[in-house]
């Protein structure tokens, strides 16, 4: 089976983890901060905190910005449950935002009547939480404009979109925002096995980020309430989690880290070939918005309605070994958040983009001949326009 996405490991690799493993420090060390810093540089940001996940990140991120009980978070509900989840871990409420079926990303458009309906009802979110999905930005421009006017905090999750730009300038560079989340899942563009990493211009933000991340612990005297007693002491001036990462992952990550750009290269080099090839395909293939430039962690096809349906064609592509995959149920419609309320038709972009998406097999080691024979069995089993 031709996955639909892959990590790429080298020697080089291999070789970084191994040496940590007889270091002096395989947790707490050096190497978290050189990742933190090199990730930092790349994307043009002040100050990255390094964590066990993207959804530590994002949840580390809301109680930095301050989300707690009686505020609310607002995405989309094209994204993996971790987007909309960070809210509930901080006590607050979530609501979605309907895509644009074309770039499938938060609509500006849609963002805006909500935040007029919220302002006149007096609820308007603490935190919104746009998704570059597939690695494609949303339009941060828009947003930012909006979060002036309404006075929210923009929190992107970039999972998908490390080494994308939007308007030449590196995702993650917080010009928009003021957090920016990546995560390094086996999936996503570059890989730590598990981990995350958020990034902001803010230093209250990061030191706030790092004090969430280690237990709310701290040995900084300005944050003390008394005179230290020691070298060992410190105290404890917030509740905190242990969503530390490991040496391990760290090295993993700078190692990654070194091939991000041809990573992102190959990646759009696939991409275009899809677009060239795939023109004539009874399908309606990603549209990138307005100045970006997409890392292409997923490429997604939205089926055109035909004799067959998506389960069908979903199912006889896996029976000729295209490892194919849908990306995403839409979040409110998962048991958990209709318990909350939202129901079937709520977001009727993202019902009916869900209903015909498909992803396609895109990832670093992808042969010509692998791309090829995914062509051919899509025109074979989809049929053209
Ligand atoms: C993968 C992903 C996450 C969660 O990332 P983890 O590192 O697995 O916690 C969050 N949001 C989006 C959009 C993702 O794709």
Redesign the pocket.
């Known amino acids: 089976m031709i996955p639909y996405g892959k990590q790429d490991i080298t020697q080089a690799d291999i070789e970084a983890v191994i040496e940590v493993l007889s270091s002096d420090f395989l947790t707490q060390g050096p190497r978290v901060p050189a990742f933190e810093t090199a990730v930092v540089n790349y994307v043009g940001a002040q100050h990255g905190v390094a964590v066990n996940?993207?959804?530590?990140?994002?949840h580390i991120a809301c109680l930095a910005l301050g989300l707690g009980p009686g505020d609310k978070l607002w995405t989309s509900p094209i994204?993996?449950v971790?987007?909309a989840n960070c809210a509930l871990y901080c006590g607050a409420e979530v609501d979605f935002v309907d895509i644009d079926k074309t770039t499938l990303n938060m609509c500006p458009d849609a963002l805006e009547k909500k935040l007029e309906a919220a302002e006149k009802e007096g609820c308007l979110p603490k935190v919104v939480v746009p998704?570059h999905?597939a690695g494609s930005s949303c339009n941060m421009e828009a947003i930012r404009k909006l979060a002036d006017k309404y006075g929210f905090y923009i929190l992107e999750?970039a999972?998908?979109a490390i080494g994308a730009k939007y308007k030449s300038k590196p995702v993650g560079s917080c010009e928009y925002s003021d957090i920016t989340?990546f995560?390094?899942?086996p999936?996503?563009i570059i890989t730590t096995a598990?981990?995350?990493l958020a990034v902001t211009n803010s230093s209250e933000f990061a030191e706030r980020m790092r004090l969430f991340r280690s237990h709310g612990v701290s040995r900084d005297p300005a944050l003390m309430d008394k005179e230290s007693e020691g070298a060992w002491y410190y105290q404890q001036v917030d509740l905190g989690m242990n969503y530390r990462m490991t040496e391990m992952q760290a090295a993993l990550g700078l190692s990654q880290l070194e091939r991000l750009d041809q990573f992102v290269g190959y990646r759009n080099q696939l991409a275009n070939k899809y677009h060239n090839d795939l023109a004539n395909l009874a399908a309606l293939l990603p549209i990138c918005g307005k100045d970006v430039y997409s890392s292409y962690?997923l490429y997604i096809l939205q089926l055109e309605k035909g004799k067959l349906s998506r389960r069908q064609i979903f199912d006889l592509l896996r029976e000729k070994g295209i490892g194919v995959n849908v990306?995403?149920i839409p979040v409110h419609v998962q048991p958990f958040y209709k318990q909350k309320g939202f129901s079937e038709g709520d977001f009727p972009q993202a019902e009916s983009y869900y209903s015909q998406a498909i992803s396609i097999p895109l990832f670093h080691g992808m042969t010509h001949d692998q791309q090829n024979f995914v062509i051919e069995t899509l025109f074979e089993t989809v049929g053209r326009r």
Not at 53 to 58: H, P, R
């Open positions: 996940s993207a959804t530590s990140a994002l994204t993996f971790a987007s998704v999905m999750d999972s998908h989340v995560s390094f899942h999936v996503k598990e981990g995350g962690h990306h995403y």
